[in-house]
């Protein structure tokens, strides 16, 4: 056995570590065996291994959010990623470029090659290869631009469903490769990622703005014609 588990938060260390990697604590115990099944008198692990996104929760919450779920999406996805590469991140920076002219582009780049390289250690094939993923997100700001000039509502309405949908491709097809690469590195003890805190005041915090935002064009849009 190589690694062990903390009994505090579940998540995995080396079987040589005298201290959790992310609590500190001292306690450990066995992982259960590749079936899933637990173990009599120990504790079943679900946050060390609580990795998996569905791609329809993604596809959900993005259409919600108008696509800005892809902030929430690189922030936890970089943050799982770290404990696999090996070096530092910073996941709230890095979420952040996506708002950075072209170099938001390189670490897009950057995050998805990470996932390929990962991917290919199992054998799995990336469904969002860099290359890919950048095209989408260069015809995402590029519809950005032109859409910011355009006056005719059904022009607008397309240009933000084609927006849409290409953010969410991004998204979904990447997550599956992760979800194959998770499942292959941990089996069955791998888990579905809860709708946490976090996650739940991100995407309260989105809706409300948007609603607000809403509510300010029909506010202008009554006082422009009045």
Do not use: C, R, S
């Given at each position: 056995m190589d690694e062990k588990v903390c009994a505090a938060c579940g998540r995995t260390n080396p079987v040589d570590a005298n201290f959790c990697s992310q609590c500190r604590s001292e306690k450990f115990v066995q992982p259960p065996p590749e079936s899933g099944e637990p173990?009599?008198?120990q504790p079943q692990i679900t946050e060390g291994h609580a990795l998996l996104i569905s791609a329809l929760r993604v596809i959900l919450f993005s259409g919600l959010t108008s696509g800005v779920y892809v902030l929430y999406w690189l922030y936890r996805t970089w943050k799982q990623l770290q404990s696999e590469t090996g070096e530092t991140h910073y996941p709230f920076w890095h979420a952040a470029t996506f708002f950075v002219?072209?170099?938001g582009l390189f670490r897009m780049h950057r995050h998805l090659s990470v996932i390929q390289e990962l991917a290919g250690r199992k054998g799995i094939e990336s469904l969002m290869p860099p290359g890919l993923g950048v095209t989408l997100m260069a015809l995402f700001w590029l519809i950005i631009i032109v859409g910011g000039n355009q006056v005719d509502i059904?022009?607008?309405i397309v240009l933000v469903i084609v927006r849409l949908a290409l953010v969410?491709?991004?998204m979904a097809r990447a997550q599956?490769?992760?979800n194959a690469y998770w499942s292959a590195?941990?089996?069955n003890r791998a888990a579905r990622f809860p709708l946490w805190l976090g996650e739940a005041r991100f995407l309260i915090a989105v809706l409300a703005i948007q609603l607000v935002l809403q509510l300010l064009l029909v506010r202008?849009?009554?006082a422009a014609t009045a």
């Open positions: 173990v009599p008198g002219p072209v170099y059904w022009n607008v969410t491709t991004l599956m490769t992760l590195l941990h089996g202008a849009a009554i």
